[in-house]
Structure formats: structure tokens, C-alpha cells
């Protein structure tokens, strides 16, 4: 009598009912959401340096610009809608990119326990920079927030609506030029290793474009970190008085 075929169970079991890691729990759903809030900050920096350099047009045109900030958008939108929109999109940039860094930072502390016997030299200094550079410019979006936007820690008399004079007296105390000076070699630091990091994050890098774009990552951080220092350099040396 012949025995009935025995069933393979392996081939009968059922299908896990575990579900697979979402976007945000994988390594590059971090890594594209730390990219992406990343270049929508660095579009915004460039918009903000632009907007800073009508200082050097005088106190008229500067004020012009604070105001025009706070009007934009009507008579379609409601005073200062427009400019809250920006600022709520900025902020959960600002806290998707701190997270995400946050996050990759601990998963690769606890991917190596132990540390190199042989410290990657080109590595650790990018790291390094990065997380450093990432704590200098939170700690100085607090200060730049309760210096020039609420007035909060002002040197001074903060004036409502008149920009022009609040740039003139923060810059006119050595410690607002240190400050502000610091932070903005450090955002060029960030800016410089950021957009190569999010170019090869978002599948932008290659080969052929390696040279082109570590060119305009030097540009970028240069441009931006000139521009922005410009400012504190020219109350400190009188251009702008």
C-alpha cells in the first residue's frame, strides 16, 4: 500500500503577518526626508540673503522690504498670512531635518559599539562637522528669533516694523558680531557637505556630475556664507549706519 504523499509545510506556511519597514523607519526614507527638508531650507536661505543685502540701500528700502514680508500675498491673503505659511513649512523643515539627523546619528553609533581602531579621517571630520554645525545654528535660530523677530534679547530699543535700526544696534555689540559671524561659517560648512550629501541622496550624483557638483556646493556655501557675514562686517566698519 502506498503511503500518501507527506505536504512540504514549508511551502504551505503562510505568508508573515509582520509588515514590511515603512519609509520613515528605513535608513533612506531618513536619509531622502533629512535631504529634502534640507534643500527646502537652502531655498530659503537664498531668498533671506537676498532679502539682508537691500541693507546696504539704506534704511528706507530695508524697512520697505520688512513690510512688503508682512503684506505679501494681499489683498488675497489676510496681513502676515503669507509670512506665517513661510515660517510654519520652515519649521517642520527645521524639525524634520533635526530628527532624521538625530535618528541616522544613533542608528550608527549602535551599528559600531566599539570604536575604530583606525579612525576614518575623511569621515569622522564630515560627522563631526555636521553634528556640530547642526547644534550651533539651532542654538542660534533661538537667539537670531528672540533678537530680531520678538525683540526678546535685543540689545537696546527693539522697534517694531523699523528692521533697518534693530540690524544697526544687534551689530553694533561685539558679541551679536560673534555670534552671528560664528553661526554663518558654520552654516557654510553645513551647506557645503549637506548639498553633496542630499545630491547623492536623491540619486542626483554621478560619476560625470561629481566635479560639477562639488563646484556648486563650494559656490553655494561660499556665496551664502559671504553674503550673510557682509552684513555684521559693514555696521562694524560704518558702510551701514
Known amino acids: 500500500?502506498?503511503?500518501?504523499?507527506?505536504?512540504?509545510?514549508?511551502?504551505?506556511?503562510?505568508?508573515?503577518?509582520?509588515?514590511?519597514?515603512?519609509?520613515w523607519?528605513?535608513?533612506?526614507?531618513?536619509?531622502?526626508?533629512?535631504?529634502v527638508s534640507g534643500l527646502i531650507m537652502l531655498g530659503y536661505l537664498v531668498a533671506h540673503v537676498a532679502g539682508n543685502l537691500k541693507v546696504?540701500?539704506?534704511?528706507?528700502?530695508?524697512?520697505?522690504?520688512?513690510?512688503?514680508?508682512?503684506?505679501?500675498?494681499a489683498p488675497v491673503l489676510h496681513h502676515e498670512w503669507a509670512l506665517w505659511l513661510v515660517r510654519i513649512v520652515l519649521l517642520a523643515a527645521v524639525a524634520a531635518h533635526a530628527v532624521s539627523a538625530y535618528q541616522l546619528s544613533r542608528r550608527d553609533l549602535k551599528a559600531r559599539p566599539t570604536a575604530?581602531?583606525?579612525r576614518r579621517r575623511r569621515a569622522s571630520y564630515a560627522t563631526r562637522t555636521m553634528r556640530w554645525g547642526g547644534v550651533i545654528l539651532a542654538l542660534f535660530i533661538v537667539w537670531h528669533i528672540l533678537d530680531l523677530t520678538?525683540?526678546?534679547?535685543?540689545?537696546?530699543?527693539?522697534?517694531?516694523?523699523?528692521p533697518y535700526q534693530n540690524v544697526?544696534?544687534?551689530?553694533?555689540?561685539?558679541?551679536?558680531?560673534?555670534?552671528?559671524?560664528?553661526?554663518?561659517?558654520?552654516?557654510?560648512?553645513?551647506?557645503?557637505?549637506g548639498f553633496w550629501s542630499a545630491a547623492q541622496t536623491l540619486g542626483v550624483g554621478s560619476?560625470?556630475?561629481?566635479?560639477?557638483?562639488?563646484?556648486?556646493?563650494?559656490?553655494?556655501?561660499?556665496?551664502l556664507t559671504a553674503g550673510?557675514?557682509?552684513?555684521?562686517?559693514?555696521v562694524m566698519t560704518g558702510v551701514v549706519s
Open 150 to 162: 520678538t525683540g526678546t534679547v535685543h540689545p537696546g530699543g527693539f522697534e517694531e516694523g523699523k
Open 1 to 23: 500500500m502506498a503511503l500518501a504523499p507527506t505536504r512540504d509545510r514549508t511551502a504551505a506556511r503562510p505568508p508573515s503577518s509582520t509588515p514590511s519597514r515603512g519609509f
Open 56 to 73: 546696504f540701500f539704506g534704511p528706507e528700502e530695508f524697512n520697505a522690504y520688512g513690510h512688503w514680508l508682512r503684506v505679501m500675498g
Open 116 to 118: 575604530y581602531v583606525h
Open 168 to 193: 544697526v544696534d544687534t551689530f553694533s555689540t561685539w558679541y551679536g558680531d560673534v555670534v552671528y559671524i560664528t553661526a554663518m561659517l558654520a552654516l557654510g560648512l553645513h551647506v557645503r557637505h
Open 207 to 223: 560619476a560625470r556630475r561629481e566635479r560639477l557638483l562639488k563646484v556648486l556646493a563650494n559656490t553655494l556655501a561660499l556665496v
Open 228 to 234: 550673510f557675514v557682509s552684513v555684521p562686517v559693514a
Open 25 to 35: 523607519s528605513s535608513t533612506l526614507g531618513k536619509k531622502t526626508v533629512m535631504a
